[in-house]
């Protein structure tokens, strides 16, 4: 069992449309929580870094941790089309301080 | 602008051949990262350095090696141990101690073994 489970998708939505992206894990050290976007063949860019259980919200993206499930979300409002990309979760325990990635969601945001 | 920057972009490289990926960075990170990425699949960790020469190998090291002489470049080199090198890989930055667990990546290096 890896580490990090996420469904590959594709995932398909309207724009406007209200995107939910989901993660497990099974390590219970995991303590930092990050949420990537990936573009094909770019490198992946930093949307959201949550620190143990709880909410952040920055502009149409809001993570939430709830580390009593091991359960990671990533919610997008109002999706856009330049919202289509690969979705990667990814977690730390504070001894490694590497990431520990899920396999990516690929979503598709139609006009 | 701070930022990482891999090179080269693209790379191919002949069976039996060593190849030597740069990293470079100018954000004052003391840590550094290689990642894998293959077809469809996250990305797995191949080495990493929380300081100047020290470093650590990660879950898939076997086939590579790294250095780290100055803090702002962490080099990779995929030998001809790796027995299947083709893949896109990205370098990782972050600062350390109690803040800055956030990593940031570089635009990566795609490998083709011809």
């Known amino acids: 069992q890896k580490e990090v489970e996420q469904d590959p998708g594709p995932l398909s939505v309207p724009e406007g449309a209200i995107v939910s992206l989901n993660c497990t894990y099974s390590n219970s050290a995991f303590q930092y929580f990050m949420w990537y976007r990936q573009y094909s063949r770019k490198g992946p860019e930093l949307l959201m870094y949550t620190y143990s259980s709880g909410n952040k919200e920055d502009g149409r993206f809001t993570a939430q941790v709830d580390k009593s499930s091991k359960y990671i979300s990533l919610f997008i409002r109002d999706s856009q089309p330049s919202d289509s990309a690969t979705y990667l979760c990814a977690a730390m325990d504070t001894g490694r301080r590497a990431l520990t990635f899920g396999s990516g969601t690929r979503l598709q945001v139609q006009p | 602008d701070g930022g990482i920057t891999q090179s080269p972009k693209y790379l191919f490289r002949k069976e039996g051949q060593n190849v030597t990926l740069s990293c470079e960075q100018n954000?004052?990170?003391?840590?550094m990262y290689w990642y894998r990425q293959d077809p469809g699949q996250g990305l797995r960790l191949i080495y990493y350095?929380?300081?100047?020469?020290?470093?650590q190998k990660g879950d898939i090291a076997e086939g590579y090696s790294v250095s780290r002489e100055k803090k702002e470049s962490f080099p990779l080199t995929v030998t001809s141990a790796q027995k299947n090198p083709t893949a896109f890989y990205l370098c990782?930055?972050?600062?350390?101690?109690?803040?800055?667990?956030?990593?940031?990546f570089g635009p990566g290096t795609r490998l083709t073994v011809l």
């Open positions: 954000l004052n990170h003391d840590a």
């Open positions: 350095s929380q300081i100047v020469n020290d470093f």
């Open positions: 990782a930055s972050s600062g350390t101690g109690t803040g800055g667990h956030e990593q940031f």
